[in-house]
């Protein structure tokens, strides 16, 4: 039961930072900090040479003061909602144009939450020197120098808007979106390379009659926190083997861990705490989901609504950039905890990958000639690469060997079936 007081608050503290209003929600706090601290300045000597060091920018008439403060409070609120009006028309011309996968990429934009923040944390610090204006315990004649950061910040916020009107159209170009989802996807791929080379060295158990450990819940497999294993138990059992892969859909009752000793039923309730398991498909966590994501941006361009054949090409070069680089990571790779045992765990297979990936592309533009040239070509590279994996290289020659028998069913004329067919003989 204690292990799981962790999991729940690393569970709440992940969906909390990357949610949309964390940022928010801390700028808006430091205003409100900040705005009671310049309260406390207008009272200290220090203010009354500040004012005579700027006596033309400090106003000194109370209703002047009110006046710009309700002005800067009802602008900002416009350019508040204005601005999250925009955040959401974005997220639905994503989602409906693209992938919804790519939502809580858009979503967990710094630059978007800072500039939203910025606008909350400048309303309430307005708000805030407002009321203690027209409170009973304000001295009239302690409120310009506050004021005047408050225009300061309402300049800011004009700034800024003009700022986030500039990236919030830059973020809904597709070749950004490529970009970012590729830049991701390689950031993956080499924290995985550099974790299985770190154990590269350690021969493998032969895991075929350990014992096996169901799981409780289904749900979408996303990791095993091993750090919630205790030291007692990492003693008994040494070693743990996960069965199943990154992001692949977990059944109650599949097996879904090995271990080389029997366990009790409280021993197995606790390794399975450890397992990583939620009802959240379109959570981003491994070089997977971003190969998933350029996928769906080419299926979803080649669609009949849609029929964007420049966006489907740009995504399966990215795509194939993404499937050589991963093309190379074993099956079965292990890695060592830091104080106790060691876990081995499974990653895409070559086939799978295929499978997954690429045959959906294959099929949707079965009859494009440009995006299943770009297509042929990509799949051409990959097995390029794979000299020494046999296995991989016969699936691959076994996709291509598909694609050439579209292109014979699916293009009458000699011309472009000898185009599309020209990278297989090379």
Not at 19 to 27: D, K, V
Not at 120 to 139: H, K, M, P, V, W
Not at 152 to 175: E, P, T
Request: hydrophobic share 45%; aromatic share 8%.
């Amino acid at each position: 039961m204690l292990k799981r007081v962790p999991k729940f608050f690393k569970k709440k503290a992940y969906q909390l930072y990357n949610s949309i209003a964390f940022y928010p929600i801390l700028l808006s706090i430091g205003f409100l900090a900040f705005g009671f601290f310049m309260l406390w300045l207008e009272y200290t000597p220090a203010i009354d040479a500040i004012e005579n060091t700027l006596p033309s920018l400090i106003i000194r008439d109370a209703k002047v003061a009110v006046t710009l403060l309700s002005v800067l409070i009802g602008g900002i609120i416009s350019l508040t909602v204005f601005s999250f009006t925009m955040v959401m028309g974005v997220l639905g011309q994503a989602s409906s144009n693209f992938s919804p996968r790519l939502l809580p990429g858009l979503v967990s934009d710094k630059r978007h939450q800072l500039i939203l923040g910025s606008y909350l944390g400048t309303l309430l610090y307005c708000l805030l020197n407002l009321i203690f204006l027209g409170s009973e315990a304000s001295d009239e004649t302690h409120f310009g120098f506050a004021t005047m950061i408050a225009a300061i910040f309402g300049v800011l916020c004009l700034a800024l808007f003009v700022s986030f009107i500039h990236n919030i159209s830059a973020s809904i170009q597709i070749h950004r979106i490529i970009d970012n989802v590729f830049d991701s996807g390689c950031r993956q791929l080499s924290e995985t390379k550099e974790k299985i080379a770190k154990e590269s060295g350690i021969q493998f158990s032969h895991i075929r009659h350990w014992h096996p450990i169901k799981s409780l819940k289904t749900g979408n497999y996303k990791g095993f926190d091993d750090d919630l294993i205790s030291a007692v138990l990492w003693e008994k059992i040494k070693e743990i083997s996960v069965v199943c892969c990154p992001d692949t859909f977990v059944w109650e009752g599949d097996v879904v861990l090995k271990v080389p000793v029997a366990v009790t039923d409280k021993e197995r309730e606790k390794l399975l705490v450890a397992l990583r398991l939620t009802n959240d498909r379109e959570a981003p966590e491994g070089y997977y989901d971003a190969m998933v994501q350029l996928m769906e941006i080419s299926v979803k361009a080649m669609s009949p609504g849609i029929n964007d054949p420049g966006t489907a090409i740009a995504a399966i070069r990215k795509l194939g950039q993404l499937f050589a680089k991963a093309s190379h990571i074993p099956h079965i790779g292990k890695r060592n905890n830091v104080k106790f045992g060691s876990i081995s765990e499974r990653y895409m297979s070559v086939k799978t990958l295929l499978n997954k990936i690429i045959v959906p592309i294959r099929q949707y533009s079965k009859s494009d000639k440009l995006v299943l040239a770009e297509l042929i070509v990509a799949l051409c590279h990959v097995r390029k690469g794979l000299p020494e994996n046999l296995e991989a290289m016969n699936v691959l020659t076994e996709e291509l060997d598909c694609i050439e028998r579209e292109v014979l069913e699916n293009f009458e004329h000699e011309k472009d079936r000898r185009e599309l067919l020209m990278p297989l003989s090379s």
